[in-house]
């Protein structure tokens, strides 16, 4: 046994009373040997007198409150579904997606019809329509597993894009997005593009120049195979919902930040330019973005 | 097999059958102890509170890769330590000035600190000095009491190598701290 081995075991507590005997006199027999296993034994005692350290009772409320919220343990029948499909973890991505859609139509839905109405009442009307709506739409989706293409939802989403085009003409980056919700919407959620390494600042530069751009940028970089299976996609339903407080959002591809597996959505601000986020689908994370 | 690891196994089970209650106990028996590690990973309250809350997403959410071959709790703490080492990289990228964490120790004056980490400042600060896999190995065997076995199965590193961290870290901070043995000059090198 090396000389370090044999400190760094004499203080670990590890040895047999004969053992320890032994290494003790052999440290004794050589001054250097004393000194380094005085210094290294007076080093671990100070670190082991330290007291653990332990959260606050507003510290771990907090934590158990955010967890239970994040595993959806207080709604949910069963919190971890065995060996869940690749499938349904893409349609869990998928529902809130579809979900925002819908509450975004019914708001510009309300701002069209109001200024005609104009009065308190439909006001309040406007408003409750908005919620039950919405909640109606997030009740589907989930009993339905989330489906991106019920009825409602498409419905919705054309509403969405005509309501826009009436209210505002678009920008090129927003082509973007709209033509990105469109390609998701229409075909299987499956065929989201995975980018492998992907160099996130370049990809926002072409969605920032437009639709084009941006769909040549991500046909050069993106890999065809089996894009869902190789990102491992979780729900992050608190991730994607924060950056949708005032934006909408889409994803448009799944990709790797140096060998970590991120979902990259495109947001749109209701002010401002749009941007893409990359979250780590472990953690739910934001990893990277190109936000201004 | 020790009664906390059976318990923890039967408690994964029911977590799995959809039993929300375990998740209560989990947290309960393992808690602290992340928070521990995050702590002193991270040297700093609130990202080790963040650290924590990732470690327990990422476990509970992928309670089912959970083996029975290891205990759960050294599952939990290497991907508490691997959470950590997460966190530090992306701390160190989104540093504005590329300086080496070696050379940005933390202010041992500040009472935030203090409070925060529970450790002697000096001993803080010379925590801080130290790569984290050196400060892993500190932090698993020295502050956490682990075996020199249990922190080899955490890092998921032969035993040897926790050993030679854990000389190397402890000998850097004893000079660190001015600690040194009389007689303590030229530490004898080993190949």
């Known amino acids: ?292 | 097999m020790t009664a906390r690891s059976a318990e923890d196994r039967a408690l994964i089970r029911r977590y799995l059958e959809g039993d929300v209650e375990s998740f209560d106990e989990l947290m309960r028996a393992h808690e602290d102890r992340v928070f521990g590690i995050c702590l002193r990973m991270m040297r700093d309250r609130d990202q080790a509170l963040d650290a924590t809350q990732d470690v327990f997403l990422t476990v509970f959410r992928k309670a089912d890769r959970y083996e029975e071959r290891a205990a759960f709790s050294t599952w939990l703490y290497r991907v508490s330590i691997n959470t950590c080492y997460d966190h530090l990289r992306r701390r160190q990228r989104k540093r504005t000035e590329a300086i080496p964490e070696h050379l940005d120790p933390a202010d041992p004056s500040s009472s935030d600190l203090l409070n925060a980490v529970e450790l002697r400042p000096d001993i803080e600060t010379a925590l801080a000095g130290i790569s984290p896999e050196f400060r892993a190995a500190v932090v698993l065997v020295d502050l956490e009491g682990m075996s020199l076995d249990g922190a080899a199965d955490t890092l998921d590193v032969p035993v040897g190598t926790v050993k030679s961290r854990l000389f190397r870290a402890r000998r850097q901070l004893a000079q660190e701290l001015g600690n040194l043995a009389p007689g303590y000059e030229h530490p004898r090198e080993e190949p």
């Open chain 1, 1 to 292: 046994m090396s000389d370090h081995d044999l400190i760094t075991e004499l203080i670990s507590g590890q040895l047999s009373p004969e053992e320890r005997r032994a290494a003790l006199m052999r440290v004794a027999a050589d001054p250097e040997l004393q000194s380094e296993y005085e210094t290294q034994l007076t080093t671990a005692s100070l670190l082991r007198d330290a007291p653990a350290p332990t959260m606050t009772a507003t510290e771990r409320s907090n934590l158990h409150a955010s967890l239970r919220q994040q595993l959806h343990l207080d709604d949910a029948p069963a919190p971890v579904a065995p060996a869940p499909s690749r499938w349904s973890r893409w349609q869990r991505w998928w529902a809130p997606i579809t979900g925002l859609a819908a509450a975004a139509a019914v708001v510009v839905g309300a701002v069209v019809i109001l200024p005609d109405s104009g009065t308190d009442d439909s006001l309040q009307f406007a408003a409750a329509e908005v919620t039950s709506t919405v909640q109606a739409s997030s009740s589907d989706e989930a009993d339905m597993g989330g489906s991106a293409d019920s009825a409602g939802s498409i419905e919705e989403e054309q509403t969405t894009t005509a309501a826009s085009e009436e209210l505002a003409p678009t920008t090129a980056a927003e082509d973007g997005i709209t033509g990105t919700l469109e390609a998701a919407g229409a075909a299987s959620p499956q065929s989201i593009p995975h980018v492998p390494d992907v160099d996130l600042d370049q990809l926002g530069l072409a969605y920032a120049r437009g639709a084009d751009e941006f769909a040549n940028e991500l046909n050069k970089s993106a890999e065809s195979a089996d894009p869902v299976e190789s990102s491992e996609v979780n729900v992050c339903l608190d991730a994607s919902g924060d950056a949708a407080g005032d934006a909408s959002i889409s994803i448009v591809a799944t990709a790797t930040i140096e060998g970590v597996d991120v979902v990259v959505l495109s947001v749109t601000p209701t002010t401002g330019d749009p941007y893409l986020v990359a979250l780590d689908v472990t953690t739910c994370r934001e990893l990277a973005s190109t936000r201004p």
